[in-house]
């Protein structure tokens, strides 16, 4: 059986990697991306550059998205030459950044008016995994519809997993981000306290991690706060925008979330300090000078 053709917006570090990984397996690609430098690289290997989302879906049988914000997906859905415009009856549209629900279930139902589907799928793990095949991702969208892109879904990730009706990918990796986030915001904060009460940091460090407070994201603040390496890769600005739909998404389903607001206080202040591009750890920087 033939592979399917694919066109993929979103050439960063995760998609330009996707997008080798798809390349290294034998898919046909159409590409998109403001950085000419990227989309250079994966024509280079066999890859057709699209002159707009709407020459892009047309010739594809699925569509990725891999980009920064709902916003963008949205414009790149609906403009006078976007997606919607271009779309095949039959074709798929599969949106693999971490979008608000309410967006991803909109422009879902406008795709079914045009006999094309849809899948949220946000992602985790990192670029590395990507260019691997080995990313961990939440789908989401009928049943029918994934089982047609599942083959596809299964040589980019080793965990795919299927969480129910369109929406609930985002709305879980929001979840998990929700969590993650917070978790390191409060974990850095400890050692900022520890480092302004004159507790030593090490110290500190093996003592939690003795107990259930251990976790990988506890070491990635150690790794900032005590051996100065910053390797989370994952960015302060980043973090900000997701807790932001996560409060949106919160408000949506009628109720609060004050822990996240209180860390997205705490990330639009480092954010507004200049600290964005900096991984989330980075913010120990930010508090370790924050006065009453």
Known sequence: MSKPTIGFIGLGLMGGN??????????????MDLDKAAVAATV????????????????????????????VVEKLVYSDDGILAGIKEGATLVDFGTSIPASTR?????????????I???????????????????????????????????????????????????????????????????MSQAFAVAELAGVDRKQLFDIMSAGPSNSPFMNFCKNYAVDGVSD???????????????????????????IAEGTSHNLQAA?????????VPEIYDYFLKLKK
């Open 120 to 186: 949220d799928a946000p992602l985790g793990r990192t670029p590395a995994h990507a260019k691997d095949g080995l990313l961990n991702i939440m789908a989401s969208g009928d049943m029918a519809t994934f089982e047609k892109v599942k083959p596809v879904l299964d040589e980019q990730g080793e965990n795919v997993f299927h969480l129910g009706a369109l929406g609930a990918g985002h709305t879980t990796k929001l979840i998990n981000n929700f969590m993650g986030m917070t978790t390191a915001a409060a």
């Open 232 to 258: 989370l890769g994952f960015s302060i600005a980043n973090a900000n925008k997701d807790l932001g739909y996560f409060l949106e998404m919160v408000s949506d389903l009628g109720t609060r979330a004050e």
């Open 106 to 118: 909109k422009i879902g139902a406008d795709l079914a008016k045009k006999g094309a589907g849809m």
């Open 271 to 279: 954010l507004d300090a200049g600290m964005g591009n900096g991984n």
């Open 44 to 71: 280079a290997r066999g890859a057709t550059e699209a002159a707009s989302a709407k020459e892009l879906a047309a010739n594809s049988d699925i569509v990725m998205l891999c980009l920064t914000t709902s916003d």
């Open 18 to 31: 996707m997008v080798e990984n798809l390349q290294n397996k034998g898919y046909e690609l159409t590409v």
